[in-house]
């Protein structure tokens, strides 16, 4: 096919027919109109031959060409349909490679419809958990129950106990006695309990909780995949994975919340 044939044109056509004619056919091809893969071949053959025959340099060195070639006169009616068949495979455009989110895009759809319920409710757990963080305050506690529990492991065994106080459970590897006061750091909502000191004056340690240094990594993670999950101009793919590592994140942050 020549550049003439594929904007519909004549070779003596003047440079305001190929502008009229270029628009007209890419209209009607473009991609974004039509899935057709034999349409988006020729839609590229169009976009070619309108950079070709709109400058005139170009055009005037591609008639001259197309002008000089010899024409192919075969020897044999068959050899005339190999010719013939060889320049339809030439001509008949590649199958378009169809990308998963296109493939697969109503289960992907489907698949986000779910999604988003559990990314908001994680947005919202993760701004409690936030809040609950920052109106943490240090208040004095007097211990009044404690039970201890042995832990087993393939190598050891420790020991926790569990203090039950006038505003809450702490759980500590030493065992302190009834009556003991300290000076606890605890959240309001969820009375998780930050550290801990046994008078007023001594440093605090800190007790191993969902807000503890590297722990914090996983809450923090869950909040940044569910503001990025709910974003409008997300990919699909880009969109699929955020849910999926949310997920995990989503996992890691009831356990430690239930543990």
């Not at 319920?117 to 993760?126: K, N």
């Not at 529990?149 to 203090?163: A, D, I, L, N």
């Not at 191993?208 to 569910?226: D, T, V």
Request: proline share 7%; aromatic share 8%.
């Amino acid at each position: 096919m020549t550049h003439y044939q594929a904007l519909e044109l004549p070779t003596d056509a003047p440079a305001a027919d190929v502008r009229r004619a270029y628009r007209r056919l890419v209209l009607l091809t473009h991609p974004d109109r039509t899935p057709d893969p034999a349409a988006h071949a020729r839609y590229l053959a169009i976009n070619a031959a309108y950079e070709v025959l709109s400058d005139p340099a170009r055009r005037q060195a591609y008639d001259t060409s197309f002008q000089e070639q010899p024409a192919f006169i075969p020897s044999s009616p068959g050899r005339a349909r190999d010719a013939a068949r060889q320049a339809a495979r030439r001509r008949s455009p590649r199958p378009r490679a169809v990308p998963l989110a296109e493939k697969y895009a109503e289960e992907y759809a489907r698949f986000f419809r779910l999604a988003r319920p559990l990314l908001v409710a994680s947005l919202l757990l993760c701004g409690t958990l936030a809040v609950d963080f920052a109106l943490a305050s240090t208040q004095v506690e007097q211990v009044l129950a404690r039970e201890t529990t042995v832990h087993y492991t393939r190598s050891s065994s420790y020991e926790t106990t569990s203090h039950r106080t006038n505003r809450g459970t702490l759980k500590l590897r030493d065992a302190y006695p009834v009556g003991t006061t300290a000076w606890v750091r605890r959240t309001p909502l969820l009375r998780t309990p930050l550290s801990i000191a046994f008078s007023a004056t001594d440093s605090p340690d800190e007790l191993a909780s969902i807000y503890e240094g590297a722990r914090n990594f996983f809450w923090l993670g869950l909040l940044a995949c569910a503001a990025l999950g709910l974003l409008p101009g997300l990919g699909t793919e880009g969109r699929l994975s955020i849910c999926l590592l949310g997920a995990a994140f989503l996992f890691t942050t009831l356990v430690q919340l239930l543990a």
